[in-house]
């Protein structure tokens, strides 16, 4: 509900009928103690309040009707600030006053009367009793008017060195408003249409009340002594620094003092108000001049105006009088050369262009801002904690470990895992892989998981997306980001010279909350003492046929146009090279997918890039079907790197020679420039290649070459010549395409009550249940039978016999379960009698030889299912 509706409107007053007028809330329960200030709105009162004993700060807004919605918008943005240097506000509430009573801020404005008695009424806004109270810099006149005609709240109050680190140690108020009693008001004649009298209504606000004096008394009585020493004026100015960077956070409101203009959301509890780009949201006429920033004052005439750069920029003049006193923003001779950086940061914050103009968040981490006296303790105690060699560090590690887990998080913690849907196909995916594995000879071997993190120095901005973790020794270890390298560094340890073997194995990514993001891989590895050509290149070709097979079992990636891109590391370091000597930017432009290469070839023209260069790069950024068409292209190219690019293309045919006779069918297209392809680190120092769908980001496989991440790895004393090459195969892209083609042909097979499908995942073949309760004896003795055959059986327990049958029905619908068998009454236990139930087409069958009637009509199912499966679509 909008406060410029009914949220903080009054109630009906004067209606027949209505019980005795109250008196005000404020004379009730408040004892004002001292006058504090005043303004163009209204004034401030030093107040006790009567219940709780506590000193308080109440101002006094008489509303003026054309002003109301400003004040409100004030009111939610008080509500909505919390911060340790700025004033906490309270509560707010509404007052109307009765008929002739004397208004609280009749010492500013004229006394109201009317003809009518009214009672006093009040409207509380309590939503935010821990939030605070923060001034606007920029509230300011336009041009031209008096530099103290300010109509915001007076007082930038500031505490004691001693009373620093309270948590409302400082408050903030607009500083236009110093010397607004010296002022005189102006008054600009306006005629008016005669509209009816109305009864005054006062706004309430109550605020924390901060002792001590504003921050223009301060400088005064600073002045005599040579102002504010140099760890005065930078505690004042972070503190300052720190307020306004509240207010950039993206959940802050657009304004501090008066909310001009911001648009308050219907809802009052929303946390954000959108800032407006209107000039009004920038000043609404209060405030000084003398602090004005240049495009407040004399508006901006491009872009985008900026409330926080105004701020920042009246916050230079602040740190200027904080650090000398004067007037003028010009820096005197007497400018303290020791003070050097306060310099630097005023005239940042002075730039006439607010783009130029930092803003407070990177004022607060800007380079000349110093340290404050607790960093500077961390700092200087950081390098002692964690030093291994030092008493502290176990007792550092103990208490780390040893912390207290709140319950709540521990609930929440899994919260954000993402389990895909298709999670539950991960067993059938697994297991047809793993079959093609072991027809190519290769065993199954498990890598080390976890492995101590790199040095931070050598540390990739790949690798800062892993998975580090810290041991109860002090160890930093980190999760594999890529499956090929766990059992790089396993082969290295091992000494391994020769295996072919795989795994299913996890990737980890890091995520913002919660555990890990695990990715599942199915890697195959070959790794040979065979160091000529033509065995790498077998060993090449056989990965190759590794993910055709695997792609040509699965519905849902066999029907896909799933081609082998391939390319050659060499290729493509090559050419970086030749760009990076060149132009650093030539790689970037290179790399433009939505450029043609006429394009490209003009830009890397104006770079500077030979003819020559950018007409091999024009060769080698295409894609070929075979290479003779691509080696008859380079032939005609003179080039120094044409030896080393003939000697990789040569690597690439003897590989796809090879993978043709070893029964590939799938197209392999070859690409010499793909920089993507060698974002994984892993694979270098010879071929690589990937298994692509219809869009570039669709890889189901990588692999290549990997021994040289082996030789990493290995001690140098122990490094003998191999040759490593793997596959990874996407377990998660592969068990998704699954999923998509299921949801399609699963429903209609089941429809059609023929089967859940040869690929849907299921449970077991057969469920034992029964109505009645006490024959968990009789169906466990079918259950024992029934595995001993091989029959893949559940039972229900007694707890399942209160369910009905269709409840039954649907939960083995649910879990893929062919059929129900029901154990008879215990009057026909002797026979041996059972009912076997087809859970898709319904039809029972009873009979007494209970194993051969489930195994017979389970291997009718069993049947028709592997015939339909390869090939057949009569059933």
Not at 87 to 111: F, H, I, K, N
Not at 188 to 205: D, E, F, G, M, S
Not at 269 to 285: C, H, K, N, Y
Request: hydrophobic share 35%; charged share 25%.
């Amino acid at each position: 509900m909008s406060p410029d509706g009914h949220y903080y409107a009054p109630m009906n007053i004067g209606t027949p009928g209505r019980s005795a007028p109250r008196v005000s809330r404020f004379r009730e329960e408040w004892e004002e103690l001292e006058f504090l200030g005043k303004g163009g709105f209204g004034s401030v009162v030093k107040a006790q309040n009567k219940l709780d004993g506590r000193i308080y700060a109440v101002k006094k807004i008489r509303l003026r009707g054309a002003d109301d919605a400003k004040i409100y918008r004030e009111i939610t943005a008080l509500s909505r600030l919390s911060h340790r240097y700025i004033v906490r506000y309270y509560t707010a509430w509404l007052e109307t006053l009765q008929s002739g009573a004397t208004s609280p801020t009749d010492s500013d404005d004229s006394t109201v009367s009317s003809d009518t008695t009214e009672e006093a009424q009040t409207v509380t806004n309590d939503d935010s009793t821990d939030s605070a109270f923060v001034f606007n810099l920029d509230d300011l006149p336009p041009p031209g008017s008096s530099p103290y005609t300010g109509t915001s709240f007076p007082g930038i109050h500031f505490r004691e060195n001693s009373q620093s680190q309270s948590r409302s140690s400082h408050g903030f108020d607009d500083s236009s408003d110093e010397d607004e009693d010296d002022s005189p008001a102006v008054v600009v004649p306006q005629v008016k249409a005669a509209t009816p009298r109305i009864n005054p209504r006062i706004l309430y606000i109550q605020m924390e009340f901060v002792e001590n004096q504003t921050l223009k008394e301060m400088v005064e009585r600073k002045a005599p002594e040579g102002g504010f020493s140099e760890e005065e004026s930078w505690r004042l100015f972070r503190q300052l620094v720190e307020a306004l960077t509240l207010k950039e956070t993206p959940r802050q409101l657009g304004d501090f003092g008066l909310a001009v203009n911001a648009v308050v959301p219907d809802d009052p509890l929303e946390s954000v108000i959108p800032r407006l780009d209107a000039f009004q949201e920038m000043t609404s006429g209060v405030g000084t001049s003398l602090y004005v920033a240049p495009e407040v004052m004399f508006g901006r005439k491009k872009g985008t105006r900026s409330q926080s750069k105004a701020d920042l920029y009246s916050l230079g003049i602040v740190f200027f009088e904080l650090n000398f006193p004067q007037p003028s923003i010009e820096f005197p001779s007497a400018w303290q050369e020791a003070r050097y950086r306060q310099r630097k940061i005023i005239e940042m914050l002075l730039e006439h262009d607010p783009d130029k103009r930092p803003s407070a968040l990177q004022l607060s981490t800007n380079e000349y801002l110093p340290e404050t006296l607790e960093d500077e303790y961390v700092k200087e105690a950081l390098p002692i904690i964690v030093d291994p060699k030092r008493p502290h560090y176990e007792a550092l590690l103990a208490k780390l470990f040893d912390q207290d887990t709140v319950p709540a998080k521990s609930f929440i913690y899994n919260m954000h895992a993402d389990i895909p849907d298709h999670a539950a196909l991960y067993d059938t995916v697994r297991d047809k892989i793993v079959a093609v594995f072991h027809m190519q000879g290769a065993v199954s071997k498990e890598p080390i998981l976890l492995a101590l993190n790199h040095s931070p120095n050598e540390i990739s901005n790949e690798d800062k997306q892993s998975v580090i973790l810290l041991d109860r020794r002090g160890d930093l270890v980190t999760l594999p980001r890529h499956a090929t390298t766990p059992f790089a560094r396993l082969a290295a340890i091992e000494g391994t010279t020769r295996i072919k073997r795989y795994s299913i194995s996890n990737a980890y990514r890091s995520t913002p909350v919660g555990p890990p993001k695990a990715i599942k891989f199915a890697i195959f590895d070959i790794i040979t003492p065979d160091t000529d050509k033509d065995s790498i290149g077998a060993a090449e070709a056989e990965c190759m046929r590794v993910v055709d097979e695997v792609l040509s079992i699965f519905p849902g990636t066999r029907e896909q146009q799933i081609e082998l891109y391939l390319t050659h590391d060499g290729l493509t370091r090559d050419i970086r090279r030749t760009l990076l000597d060149i132009n650093p930017q030539a790689e970037e432009i290179l790399s433009q997918t939505r450029s043609s290469f006429p394009q490209k070839r003009a830009h890397l023209s104006r770079l500077g890039v030979p003819r020559n260069v950018v007409d091999l790069l024009e060769i080698l950024t295409g894609t070929f079907d075979e290479v003779a068409p691509l080696f008859n292209r380079l032939e005609k190219i003179s080039s120094e790197n044409n030896s080393r690019i003939f000697d990789a293309l040569e690597e690439i045919k003897r590989t796809l020679t090879l993978s043709r006779l070893m029964g590939v069918k799938r197209k392999i297209i070859l690409a010499p420039w793909s920089p993507s392809m060698l974002n994984q680190a892993d694979f270098t120092g010879g071929l690589v290649f990937e298994a692509r769908g219809a869009k570039r980001t669709d890889i189901y496989a990588r692999g290549g070459r990997y021994d040289p991440l082996i030789t990493k790895f290995t001690v140098p004393n122990r490094r003998t010549p191999i040759r490593a090459v793997a596959v990874q195969i996407s377990m998660d892209r592969i068990a998704s395409a699954l999923a998509d083609y299921l949801s399609s042909s699963v429903k209609s097979m089941v429809k059609e009550e023929r089967s859940f499908g040869y690929w849907s995942p299921s449970r077991c073949d057969v469920y034992i249940a029964s109505f009645q309760p006490g024959l968990l004896h009789e169906r466990v003795e079918l259950l024992r039978d029934l595995w001993s055959h091989r029959i893949r059986t559940d039972t229900m327990y007694e707890e399942a016999t209160q369910q009905s049958g269709d409840e039954h029905v649907r939960m083995c619908k649910r879990e893929g379960t062919l059929f129900l068998v029901y154990v008879r009454l215990k009057a026909k236990r002797d026979s041996g009698v059972v009912l076997v139930k087809n859970v898709l087409t319904g039809v029972e069958t009873e009979g007494k030889q209970s194993v051969n009637l489930v195994k017979n009509s389970l291997t009718s199912i069993q049947l028709l299912v592997t015939t339909w499966c390869h090939g057949s679509n009569t059933i």
